[in-house]
């Protein structure tokens, strides 16, 4: 069964100081890129993560996340500089807005302790960023909650494979149907463009050798005809439902079978030449187009 590119998953690591959570998203995408957004995980174990997600995800736009939440008798680590750094930034400010000073001139104490304690506030004050979160020691627990992650993932795009599965091989299965009601008006298409041939030259009032009008007219209806889309588009379609059974990522491969399909529904387009025809070929397109945006979503 066929995989959306379209994904979630969600897996914990418990450390003894804390908790990891891993979270990957996933879009659609032409080809396999991951995006680590996360300073938590050590540069060494990058290039194995980036390996573990193409592994299993295959394809698609990755989006790798991986937050800390420290226990709650586990100390945080304060970052004096940076508190330092938006202290004198922030007194700067707000001695500069004169109204403030002057209403609070004398109180430089209280001010200072409010705005210190706005500072700690700040998430990125405290150094839970720290490389050292992931040792060693407990990668084990943290490569299992990654692959737990993932599989999350491939779970979800099953799922939602289901959905996308169901709803294109329906819409082929539809432009076949409409293919048969093509077939169905194919005669009376023909005769139709013979009547009125016929009728425009009878309009004229000229003669003409019934030998050489018929031998025009077989070179014109020939032109019409659309034998040969009808067969390559029951191809096509026969293809597309082949390979969306037969192949485990058939997404890439589908896209250009879709573009083939098209084709031909265009070419019976223009060489129609009956308002019945032209009305189902607007539906193919349709039907068509709805399964191009939802085959874009196929892994």
């Known amino acids: 069964m066929i995989k959306s590119m379209t994904g979630y998953g969600k897996a914990e690591a418990v450390l003894p100081a804390g908790k990891l959570t891993i979270e990957i998203k996933t879009l659609n995408g032409k080809n396999s890129d991951a995006n680590i957004k996360t300073p938590l995980l050590p540069k060494d174990k990058e290039l194995q993560v980036r390996q573990m997600i193409a592994e299993s995800l295959v394809r698609g736009t990755i989006d790798f996340f991986i937050t800390w939440e420290p226990s709650s008798g ?107 009601e093509v077939e169905k008006l194919e005669g009376e298409r023909i005769e139709a463009v013979r009547e009125r041939l016929v009728k425009n030259l009878s309009d004229l009032q000229q003669k003409v050798d019934p030998s050489r009008f018929e031998q025009e007219m077989i070179f014109y209806l020939e032109k019409l005809d659309i034998n040969e889309e009808k067969v390559r588009l029951r191809q096509h379609c026969k293809y597309f439902m082949d390979t969306i059974d037969g192949e485990p990522y058939p997404g890439r491969k589908l896209g250009f079978i879709i573009q083939e399909m098209g084709r031909e529904i265009n070419t019976t387009g223009s060489k129609a030449n009956h308002a019945g025809i032209q009305k189902l070929v607007v539906r193919m397109k349709d039907e068509l187009e709805k399964i191009r945006e939802q085959s874009m979503n196929i892994l």
Not at 150 to 165: H, I, M
């Open 74 to 180: 586990a100390a945080r680590k304060v970052n004096p500089d940076l508190v330092k750094e938006y202290f004198n930034q922030m007194k700067d400010i707000r001695n500069n807005l004169t109204s403030y000073r002057a209403a609070n001139f004398g109180d430089q104490a209280r001010m200072d302790n409010e705005l210190l304690s706005g500072i700690m506030r700040f998430q990125d004050v405290f150094d839970s960023s720290r490389q050292d979160i992931i040792t060693e020691e407990n990668w084990p627990v943290v490569e299992k909650a990654i692959q737990d992650a993932l599989a999350a993932v491939n779970d979800y795009r099953s799922k939602e494979g289901e959905a996308l599965y169901k709803d294109v091989t329906s819409r082929v299965r539809g432009i076949m149907e409409l293919e048969d």
